[in-house]
């Protein structure tokens, strides 16, 4: 019991601890994810289940990067050497995470995304949308209460996967209760994934930036062990 009462009071008062822990708990579901995907994509023969199982991969590839290279760093010689190498790494991850979308946007705004799905279960899925949505905002919002960019990568890839979550939800709604082909509803998608998909890029441009510009700033700085973390 004493371990319990350890860990949740670290949980309330470490924010880099809840921050890795979370992490670490959207890791392993998304990682369910990428299987369950994956076995319908080989089963049916389907490029969206494909597609969005090597969204989820590389998500869990990258979260879990992020993660494991948080501990060796405490026990690295030269930490903050290892921390930049590990951010940048990871910012260019999150780049190629863009185009992993391209695939599964485009079918979605086709309408060639399967949906077997009717009106409760989705009205259920929207409260969860929403609830990660506002989550996730709230939390980016707050990423500046830790010193790690590296935490703080996690919390802007909690994001990104929340707008992700939006766009899925959008057309799994308008599948569901558009009768017909759907057409009148192609420019609505077109335009809302589009723009979450220059949202999700100028995050993830973003995040390259702060690794380039705090690795150039080390560099002028000598390697000065302040510089990264701030």
């Known amino acids: 019991m004493s371990r319990v009462k350890q860990f949740f009071d670290r949980w309330k008062n470490d924010y ?4 890795v822990t979370a992490a670490l708990g959207s890791l392993f579901v998304t990682a369910l994810f990428a299987l369950y995907n994956g076995f319908l994509g080989i089963y049916h023969a389907s490029l969206w289940h494909g597609s969005i199982c090597v969204y989820y ?35 260019a991850l999150l780049l190629f995470l863009n185009f992993c979308l391209v ?3 485009s079918l979605m705004v086709v309408r060639q995304k399967p949906v077997n799905m ?8 929207a409260a ?15 990423r500046k209460r830790s010193a790690d960019n590296l935490v703080r990568l996690l ?14 939800l959008q057309n799994t ?21 589009a723009a979450i998909m220059l949202a999700v890029l100028a995050l993830s441009v973003s995040a390259m930036i702060i690794g380039v510009s705090c ?6 700085s000598h390697g000065d062990p302040n510089t990264f973390i701030r």
């Open 118 to 125: 009717s009106l409760i279960p989705a009205i259920a899925m």
């Open 215 to 220: 690795r150039k700033t080390a560099d002028d």
């Open 155 to 168: 919390r802007t890839i909690s994001f990104i996967e929340a707008l992700v979550s939006v766009l899925t």
């Open 173 to 193: 709604l308008i599948m569901v209760n558009t009768k017909g082909d759907g057409s009148e509803m192609l420019k609505l998608t077109a335009v809302t994934s």
């Open 16 to 19: 880099d601890f809840k921050t």
């Open 103 to 105: 695939v599964p946007v």
């Open 57 to 91: 991969l590389v998500l869990v590839i990258l979260r879990g990067m992020i993660i494991s290279s948080r501990s060796r760093i405490e026990r690295s010689g030269t930490p903050e050497r290892l921390r930049k190498r590990v951010y940048i790494t990871s910012a």
């Open 128 to 142: 969860y949308t929403t609830y990660k949505v506002v989550m996730a905002s709230v939390n980016l919002k707050k």
